[in-house]
């Protein structure tokens, strides 16, 4: 009996363990009256959401080019075609989430992308470099196959934290192609820099020439004021 009794609460143990992050992650939640709705605007949405079913209407872009409205829905990248940088810029814009995680259970990132190359396409090449409402930043890349340039992201005392879920919260993010380097400013402050070569690379970027805009994770909302490009 014992030999069972001891079985049975190990069991039980176990089933009381957290579960892996993996089995955590919410579901897409879907937009109601998605879509897009800024003129000369388009977007798409990750490849594991699109195999899933959902498609670009389950996310929303509305507002206008100098204060966009993000609702997703699964994660989205929004571009302008005509939103083109070259050589050497700074592509910056102001995030702010309203009310942080009011769309979700944990922090989701948003930020800007450069470096767009085929977007919408299956050859798309791109890099961005975003910001959570906790404090944390990651920065990452589609190529080839995604790939990641700090991990699952890290903390960096520049990066605003909320309040409280609920309560606003506001980032200035810049992206910068100098020379021989990119980096990433959060608030002023750079806290991720990349030499070019490692970058612009088989399976990585296919330049750092190209199609810049926006990058917001799913069931996250929030607003983009001032995304403009200026050069140095």
Known sequence: MRPSFAFAVTVAAVCLLPRPAAAQREANRAVQGGGVFVPGWTGRIDAQAARAGLSLKDAKLSGSPDSLHVTTGPAVTYWNPKNVATGDYTVTATFT????????????????????NG???????????AAY?????????????????????????????????????????AMSV???????????????????????????????????????????????????????
């Open 97 to 116: 989430e309203p009310k942080y995680m009011n769309l979700n259970d944990h922090p989701h990132p948003y930020g800007i992308v450069i470096a767009g």
């Open 119 to 129: 977007l919408g396409t299956d050859h798309e090449s791109l890099l961005y470099c």
């Open 133 to 173: 409402g906790n404090g944390k930043f990651i920065v990452r890349g589609f190529g080839p196959r995604t790939f990641h340039l700090n991990g699952g992201g890290e903390t960096n005392a520049a990066v605003h934290k909320a309040a409280a879920p609920g309560t606003p919260v506001t980032q200035e993010i």
């Open 178 to 232: 100098q020379g021989d380097s990119v980096q990433c400013a959060i608030n002023g402050t750079v806290v991720a820099r990349y030499a070019k070569a490692a970058l612009v690379t088989s399976g990585r970027l296919t330049s750092t020439d190209g199609v810049y805009g926006i990058r917001f994770a799913h069931n996250t909302e929030g607003f983009v004021t001032g995304l403009k490009v200026t050069k140095p």
